[in-house]
Protein backbone atom coordinates (compact mmCIF):
# COMPACT_ATOMS: atom_id res chain seq x y z
CA UNK A 1 0.00 0.00 0.00
CA UNK A 2 1.56 3.49 -1.19
CA UNK A 3 2.48 5.44 2.25
CA UNK A 4 0.08 8.40 1.34
CA UNK A 5 -2.67 5.79 1.73
CA UNK A 6 -2.15 4.58 5.30
CA UNK A 7 -2.10 8.76 6.13
CA UNK A 8 -5.14 9.75 4.19
CA UNK A 9 -8.99 9.99 5.84
CA UNK A 10 -10.94 8.44 3.44
CA UNK A 11 -14.38 10.33 3.11
CA UNK A 12 -17.01 8.00 2.67
CA UNK A 13 -20.97 8.44 2.19
CA UNK A 14 -23.29 6.11 2.78
CA UNK A 15 -26.81 6.58 1.41
CA UNK A 16 -29.19 3.96 4.06
CA UNK A 17 -32.38 4.33 4.84
CA UNK A 18 -32.12 1.14 7.17
CA UNK A 19 -30.66 1.79 10.61
CA UNK A 20 -29.83 -1.23 11.92
CA UNK A 21 -28.09 -1.82 8.28
CA UNK A 22 -26.22 1.64 8.62
CA UNK A 23 -25.00 1.28 12.09
CA UNK A 24 -23.88 -2.63 11.10
CA UNK A 25 -21.84 -0.77 8.51
CA UNK A 26 -20.45 2.05 10.43
CA UNK A 27 -19.28 -0.06 13.20
CA UNK A 28 -17.21 -2.63 10.53
CA UNK A 29 -15.55 0.25 9.20
CA UNK A 30 -14.81 1.72 12.68
CA UNK A 31 -13.05 -1.57 13.40
CA UNK A 32 -10.70 -0.65 10.25
CA UNK A 33 -7.12 -0.59 9.44
CA UNK A 34 -7.73 2.14 7.13
CA UNK A 35 -8.68 5.65 8.26
CA UNK A 36 -11.98 6.87 7.14
CA UNK A 37 -14.26 8.90 8.30
CA UNK A 38 -18.28 8.16 7.65
CA UNK A 39 -20.88 10.44 6.84
CA UNK A 40 -24.57 8.66 7.23
CA UNK A 41 -27.46 10.33 4.92
CA UNK A 42 -31.06 8.75 4.94
CA UNK A 43 -32.73 9.28 1.74
CA UNK A 44 -31.66 10.56 -1.62
CA UNK A 45 -32.76 13.64 -1.16
CA UNK A 46 -30.59 14.40 1.87
CA UNK A 47 -27.85 12.80 -0.07
CA UNK A 48 -28.05 15.25 -3.21
CA UNK A 49 -28.17 18.08 -0.34
CA UNK A 50 -24.85 16.58 0.77
CA UNK A 51 -23.17 16.36 -2.60
CA UNK A 52 -24.21 19.95 -3.27
CA UNK A 53 -23.88 21.03 -0.21
CA UNK A 54 -26.66 22.85 0.54
CA UNK A 55 -28.51 23.17 4.10
CA UNK A 56 -27.03 21.66 6.83
CA UNK A 57 -24.35 20.30 4.58
CA UNK A 58 -22.43 23.10 3.36
CA UNK A 59 -19.14 22.82 5.51
CA UNK A 60 -18.89 18.79 4.30
CA UNK A 61 -15.95 17.82 2.61
CA UNK A 62 -16.49 15.57 -1.22
CA UNK A 63 -16.72 12.23 -0.35
CA UNK A 64 -13.79 9.67 -1.63
CA UNK A 65 -16.60 6.87 -1.60
CA UNK A 66 -20.50 6.37 -1.92
CA UNK A 67 -21.99 3.10 -0.78
CA UNK A 68 -26.13 3.57 -2.36
CA UNK A 69 -28.70 1.84 -1.34
CA UNK A 70 -30.87 1.40 -3.77
CA UNK A 71 -34.22 1.17 -2.01
CA UNK A 72 -34.93 4.70 -0.63
CA UNK A 73 -37.49 7.23 0.23
CA UNK A 74 -37.78 10.37 -1.44
CA UNK A 75 -35.29 9.83 -3.98
CA UNK A 76 -34.43 6.44 -4.97
CA UNK A 77 -30.65 4.90 -5.52
CA UNK A 78 -31.30 4.91 -9.22
CA UNK A 79 -32.23 8.24 -9.73
CA UNK A 80 -29.28 9.96 -7.44
CA UNK A 81 -26.98 7.64 -9.09
CA UNK A 82 -27.95 9.22 -12.57
CA UNK A 83 -27.68 12.34 -11.18
CA UNK A 84 -24.30 11.75 -9.67
CA UNK A 85 -22.84 10.15 -13.14
CA UNK A 86 -24.29 13.37 -15.13
CA UNK A 87 -22.73 15.90 -13.26
CA UNK A 88 -19.04 16.85 -14.30
CA UNK A 89 -17.74 17.11 -10.60
CA UNK A 90 -19.44 14.51 -9.20
CA UNK A 91 -19.05 11.34 -12.00
CA UNK A 92 -15.57 10.65 -10.54
CA UNK A 93 -16.91 9.77 -7.08
CA UNK A 94 -16.85 5.87 -7.41
CA UNK A 95 -20.33 4.22 -6.42
CA UNK A 96 -21.44 0.84 -4.68
CA UNK A 97 -24.41 -0.35 -4.75
CA UNK A 98 -25.02 -2.10 -1.82
CA UNK A 99 -28.67 -3.34 -1.70
CA UNK A 100 -31.05 -6.12 -1.17
CA UNK A 101 -31.97 -6.56 -4.39
CA UNK A 102 -30.42 -9.19 -6.72
CA UNK A 103 -33.31 -8.47 -9.77
CA UNK A 104 -31.54 -8.36 -13.06
CA UNK A 105 -33.49 -5.38 -14.24
CA UNK A 106 -31.97 -3.51 -11.19
CA UNK A 107 -28.30 -5.01 -11.86
CA UNK A 108 -28.32 -3.62 -15.41
CA UNK A 109 -30.19 -0.61 -15.16
CA UNK A 110 -27.11 0.25 -12.30
CA UNK A 111 -24.70 -0.48 -14.82
CA UNK A 112 -26.31 1.41 -17.09
CA UNK A 113 -26.14 4.42 -15.05
CA UNK A 114 -21.99 3.74 -14.51
CA UNK A 115 -22.27 2.27 -10.92
CA UNK A 116 -18.38 0.98 -10.15
CA UNK A 117 -19.60 -2.03 -8.31
CA UNK A 118 -23.19 -3.64 -7.42
CA UNK A 119 -23.51 -5.64 -4.67
CA UNK A 120 -25.87 -7.81 -2.82
CA UNK A 121 -26.57 -7.31 1.11
CA UNK A 122 -26.29 -11.05 2.54
CA UNK A 123 -28.80 -11.84 5.25
CA UNK A 124 -26.36 -13.67 7.23
CA UNK A 125 -25.02 -11.35 10.40
CA UNK A 126 -21.85 -12.44 9.38
CA UNK A 127 -21.68 -12.74 5.81
CA UNK A 128 -22.88 -8.79 5.71
CA UNK A 129 -19.84 -7.79 7.86
CA UNK A 130 -17.68 -9.77 5.08
CA UNK A 131 -19.11 -7.88 2.23
CA UNK A 132 -18.65 -4.49 4.43
CA UNK A 133 -14.67 -5.56 4.91
CA UNK A 134 -14.49 -6.60 0.92
CA UNK A 135 -15.58 -2.97 -0.10
CA UNK A 136 -13.08 -1.53 2.60
CA UNK A 137 -10.49 -3.66 1.30
CA UNK A 138 -10.70 -3.17 -2.19
CA UNK A 139 -11.99 0.87 -2.05
CA UNK A 140 -9.21 1.67 0.42
CA UNK A 141 -6.61 -0.36 0.41
CA UNK A 142 -6.31 -1.99 -3.52
CA UNK A 143 -7.88 0.33 -5.82
CA UNK A 144 -6.31 3.96 -6.76
CA UNK A 145 -8.85 6.55 -6.04
CA UNK A 146 -8.99 9.57 -8.12
CA UNK A 147 -7.27 13.00 -6.74
CA UNK A 148 -9.64 14.51 -3.88
CA UNK A 149 -11.06 17.40 -4.98
CA UNK A 150 -13.67 19.71 -2.97
CA UNK A 151 -16.84 20.93 -4.86
Known sequence: MPPEHRLKVLQILLVEDSKSD???IAE????SKFLNKLSIVRDG???TDYLYKRGKYVDVTRPDLILLDLNLPKKNGRELLAEIKADE???TIPVVILTTS???ADILK???LHVNCYLVKPVDLEQFVEV???IEHFWLALVELP???DI
Open 45 to 47: AEA
Open 89 to 91: NLK
Open 110 to 112: SYQ
Open 132 to 134: VRS
Open 28 to 31: TLCE
Open 102 to 104: SAE
Open 147 to 149: PHQ
Open 22 to 24: AVL
